[in-house]
């Protein structure tokens, strides 16, 4: 096959990939509602979704909890050169990493604001429902 040089921004955004743990989180995401597993026994909020609890270490005994969908910019960088072609029209864009009221860290993207003028460490923010299709919504953070 030949490569061409055809725009590569045609190229499609990527997708995630998703195993059958962190499947509710994509459906509740649909729904635009934010969830992250939470202990049953200990109560703590944990990101990201695993077999056991890494407060307690308990198996496999928590439940997707619905949290408010805010939060807090912990850190986060601006990306002006896409890591992915898909991404070409999105630069430059904001990689970041929240914290959510309830504690737990996630990796996200912060939008509907001037990246390079508006973003501060430590800004509220609140939770942004992006359906980038049929079957996708990501979640992204605005702020509040
Ligand atoms: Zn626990």
Known sequence: MTESNANVSLKPEPRPEVPDLTMPFWEAAKRHELVVPRCTPCNAFFWY???ACPTCLRSD?????TVSGNARLHTFTIVRQPLHPGFQEEVPY???VVQLDEGVRMMSNIVDCDVIEDIQIDMKLEV????I???WTLVKF???
């Open 94 to 96: 904001a990689f970041a």
């Open 142 to 144: 605005k702020p509040a």
């Open 49 to 51: 979704p695993r077999e």
């Open 61 to 65: 005994s928590w439940d997707w909890a």
């Open 133 to 135: 299709s049929d079957e």
């Open 128 to 131: 942004k429902f992006d359906d």
